[in-house]
Structure formats: structure tokens, C-alpha cells
């Protein structure tokens, strides 16, 4: 098709001409001149590119964590006639920043020619974000004539939240199951931790022979540990959106998120058997299970929950009851900004489940975007006054851990087996 050079030169000329007779300025008419020969030449010349081009978008990356980057890679080839310019462009969601190389090029293609650039991408926030569509201009070589497509190519990235490294975290199942874990009992079986010493069985493996205390007793005595095992956990992580404050990536929702793969990566790692629960825009429930394939279902379970008010959160402890035996371990991931969350959490422990509360402090976002006159210094007095009367009646049903979000969440993890304590 025609492109918007022609009518412009055109009005151009006529312009010139209507201004040159009234103004009766010579002038204005031999600029005319010039513009009348460019679109003479484009009509006898130019040439309608025929758009025939054909792009491949190859992705190196399916899923990445926060902090690395995607990259990608981008044919095209012309399958039709040469063109005097052609121009892709890969569309990049605003989730997304360029970090190296071009999603974008302009240059000229000869019959058959191919051409490839790369790009990588680096993300804002964690998410499922989606990359495309590619589009495609062509046009002569005095941009008279353009022709434009669009590939219908998309490409889901998944973001995952960063990872960050703690220590052991500790939980406190009533009956931990029958699989190895980390998990002290107080039976004897396989494990580190020492319990006791016996006396000598011929079936017992000579490594467990303790050959200091055999030396001065008058039989061969053996090293007893206390048994290991695993446990089930749910995790269960709220995404509603009263539970919102700041914008991504500095929201409540962001950072209970990233405390909830921390979490499960954790608990995962100990052997333990981990399953969440996510309330936002739907409810998403993940079944407990082991293992790297159970972390990738959790965390791309977590990044696709969006913020929505679907399900109300008074009704998880009737939920959990139905589908979770008394034995389970909970920790619910909230920033308790509502009396429904409390209500839920004692709920909970009133059905007699092992709970564990960890809670992005919602104050901390609210202080960063406040003045800091007399009146806001009084104000925020109050509501961290308010918010620790509220955790410290929460403490008599679980264990609760108060994040302060501008601090590494492994510190706060650290009181979170004293904290326990106190609560059973």
C-alpha cells in the first residue's frame, strides 16, 4: 500500500502553489519545483515492496529466576522478491527490560537473504510474562510504498522469585511420618544426633561401634542416634487483594511471595513433604509432594495467582480439616491486614493444627510513603502500637514471625524455632 510520503509531498506542492499565486512570491512557487519532481520519480520508479518475510523467534530460556536474564534469538528470512527496508520489531512487555542486544532491526533484505540478531531480557518483577507479537514493515527504497504484518508468535517467560538462602527452618509436627527427614524424634534409629549407648549385637555395622566407651567397660558398646524423619507442611499464602499495599516489585504481595518460596525450597530441601494453598483471583490448591518437580509446581503456582477477593479466607480452617489431617503442618504467609486473617489463623489453631505465621509487615510499606512531620510520627506510633497488639493476641494460637521486609527475610527466619517454642 501507498504509504503517508505521497499525500504529504502532494498537499506539499499544493501548498506552496496556493501560497506562491496569492502572495505573488516566485519564490514559494519554485520550492514547488523540487517536491513535483520527488513524486514524478516515486510514481515512475517505485515499486510495491510485496511483502514475503519470515521470522523465527528462538528462546534459549522457558523460565528464570529474578536477577538473571532470558535470552533470545531472531531469524528472518525473505522468501519474496528484494526489499529496499525492512523492519522487526519483537514486542517486550513493560515486566520486562532489554538488557543486552536489539529486539529490533532495520536494514535491507536481498531475494533469499537472511539476517539474525539477539536480544536478552532481564525482568522487573517475578510473574508469567509474555513476550510478542513480532512485527513486520517493509518499504521501497523511497518509502513510497509500505506493507506491514504481524507474527503470530507469543512466548510465555515464567519469572520465579528469588531464592535466598536460610538456615534450617524448624518445624514441629505432632507425628512426623515414616520417611527420613530432619526432624528430631525421641526413638532411636538412623540420624545424627546422638541419643545413648548398648551393648553389642552381631548385627549391628562396626562403624557404630564406640570403641572409647567399649575401652573401659567390659563389652563392646554401640553408638545409638535418635530417629529423623520427615513431615507434611502446607503452605498457605494470601494474595487477596486487601492484603495489596505498594506496587510491584515493593508490595506486600511481592514479598509474602518471595518468603513463601524461601519457605518450601527450605522445607523441601529437609525432606519434608510440601503442598500450598494460594487465595487471590482463584483458589489454587498444590497437593503435598517431594522433590525439585514439587518446588517447579509450587513456584509456578505461586507467580500465576493474581490478586482478588474470590474467596474468603474465614473458611480455610473448614478447608484445610477437610482435605489435611491434624498432623499437618501449617504456615500461613499474610501481611494481616484485615480482622478476617486474624479470625483465620486462630481459626486454625482452634482445629488443632501445628501453625506457624509469618507476615510481612505492612507498616514498613506504609512508612516509606509518609512525611515526617509531628502528626505522621504520631500516626505511625500508633499503627505499629496497634499492629503488636494484634500479633501478641495472635501469639496464644501460633507461632508468629513479624518481618520487617527491609531486612533479609533469613534474619527474621533465625528467632522462628524460639518463637515456636513459645507458642507450644
Known amino acids: 500500500m501507498t504509504s503517508r510520503l505521497t499525500p504529504i509531498l502532494g498537499s506539499s506542492i499544493i501548498l506552496l502553489l496556493v501560497l506562491g499565486a496569492g502572495l505573488r512570491n516566485q519564490y514559494l512557487i519554485f520550492a514547488s519545483v523540487p517536491l513535483f519532481t520527488l513524486v514524478a520519480l516515486i510514481k ?3 515499486i510495491n515492496p510485496n511483502l514475503n518475510v519470515e521470522v523465527k523467534v528462538t528462546p534459549f530460556h522457558t523460565s528464570i529466576y529474578e536477577g538473571e536474564s532470558a535470552e533470545f534469538n531472531v531469524d528472518v528470512h525473505n522468501l519474496g522478491p528484494a526489499v529496499g527496508v525492512v523492519d522487526v520489531l519483537v514486542v517486550i512487555p513493560s515486566e520486562l527490560e532489554l538488557k543486552d542486544g536489539t529486539n529490533h532491526y532495520i ?12 536480544f536478552s ?12 507479537p513480532v512485527r513486520v514493515r517493509t518499504l521501497d527504497i523511497l ?18 522469585p528469588e531464592v535466598q538462602y536460610t538456615s534450617q527452618i524448624r518445624i514441629k509436627p505432632r507425628n512426623p511420618r515414616s520417611w527420613p527427614g530432619e526432624i528430631l524424634t525421641r526413638k532411636t534409629g538412623m540420624g545424627m544426633e546422638f541419643y545413648g549407648l548398648r551393648s553389642y549385637e552381631p548385627t549391628d555395622p562396626v562403624r557404630k561401634i564406640n570403641w572409647k566407651a567399649s575401652s573401659r567397660s567390659e563389652e563392646l558398646l554401640t553408638n545409638l542416634f535418635m530417629s529423623e524423619f520427615g513431615g507434611d507442611t502446607v503452605v498457605v499464602l494470601d494474595a487477596r487483594s486487601v492484603s495489596v499495599l505498594g506496587t ?20 523441601l530441601r529437609d525432606r519434608n513433604r510440601v503442598g500450598m494453598i494460594a487465595l487471590g483471583s482463584r483458589l489454587d490448591k498444590v497437593s503435598p ?10 513456584l509456578t503456582s ?23 489431617s491434624r498432623q499437618t503442618q501449617i504456615v500461613v504467609i499474610t501481611p494481616l491486614m484485615d480482622d478476617n486473617s486474624y479470625e483465620a489463623v486462630a481459626e486454625i489453631s482452634a482445629k488443632g493444627y501445628p501453625l506457624l505465621v509469618i507476615s510481612p509487615s505492612p507498616v514498613e510499606f506504609e512508612v516509606q510513603y509518609m ?7 504520631i500516626a505511625e506510633k500508633l499503627v505499629r502500637l496497634e499492629r503488636e497488639t494484634k500479633l501478641s493476641l495472635l501469639r496464644r494460637h501460633a507461632a508468629v514471625v513479624d518481618w520487617n521486609v527491609r531486612e533479609p527475610l533469613a534474619q527474621a527466619l533465625k528467632q522462628m524455632n524460639q518463637t515456636w517454642v513459645k507458642a507450644r
Open 44 to 46: 515512475l520508479f517505485a
Open 107 to 118: 536494514g535491507s533484505l536481498q531475494e533469499g537473504e537472511s539476517v539474525q540478531f539477539a
Open 121 to 132: 531480557v532481564s525482568p522487573r518483577v517475578f510473574g508469567v510474562h509474555r513476550l510478542g
Open 143 to 160: 518509502g513510497s510504498f509500505v506493507e506491514q504484518m504481524v507474527v503470530d508468535f507469543t512466548f510465555d517467560l515464567k519469572v520465579y
Open 248 to 267: 510491584p516489585p515493593n508490595s506486600t504481595i511481592t514479598y509474602a511471595t518471595r518468603a513463601a518460596a524461601v519457605v518450601v525450597y527450605r522445607l
Open 289 to 298: 509432594g517431594f522433590g525439585r518437580k514439587q518446588f517447579d509446581r509450587l
Open 302 to 324: 505461586m507467580i500465576g495467582i493474581k490478586p482478588g477477593n474470590i474467596w474468603d479466607i474465614r473458611n480455610l480452617a473448614a478447608y484445610l480439616s477437610i482435605f489435611f
Open 371 to 377: 512525611k515526617r512531620g509531628e502528626i505522621e510520627r
